[in-house]
């Protein structure tokens, strides 16, 4: 059974940091392009980031870049996002999401990703 599942979310206040977890089952991460999205309540889906299958490209949403940084541990299987400094407008349901060699210019393209997880909640607020 194809799988990802994320992990490490949770309530942290202003300024703080968490590192998101996403572990993949049934399946190899090796050839999958990963991305990070992120729904608020109200708010569509957006897209935070997204790393290369070789982990030698990544991409931050302009608004994010400086504070989130994604990488992926392929002999592990699972990806990460590590989020600091953060803010009461972080706050949402984060999601992991792969894709099979997807294009950089794709990356931020949600409804190209076959495979998703179920998302894991953050709530910055003091």
């Known amino acids: 059974q194809v799988q990802l599942v994320e992990s490490g979310g949770g309530l942290v206040q202003p300024g703080g940091s968490l590192r998101l977890s996403c572990v993949a089952s049934?399946?190899?991460?090796?050839?999958?392009?990963i991305g990070w999205f992120r729904q608020a309540p109200g708010k569509e889906r957006e897209g935070v980031s997204c790393i290369s299958v070789s982990d030698k490209s990544t991409s931050y949403a302009d608004s994010l870049k400086g504070r989130f940084t994604i990488s992926r541990d392929n002999a592990k299987n699972t990806a990460y996002l590590q989020m600091n400094n953060l803010k009461p407008e972080d706050t949402a349901v984060y999601y992991c999401?792969?894709?099979?060699?997807?294009?950089?210019?794709?990356?931020?393209?949600?409804?190209?990703?076959?495979?998703w997880g179920q998302g894991t909640q953050v709530t910055v607020s003091s």
């Open positions: 999401a792969a894709d099979y060699v997807l294009g950089r210019s794709s990356w931020f393209i949600s409804g190209l990703y076959d495979n």
């Open positions: 049934g399946f190899t991460l090796d050839y999958y392009s």
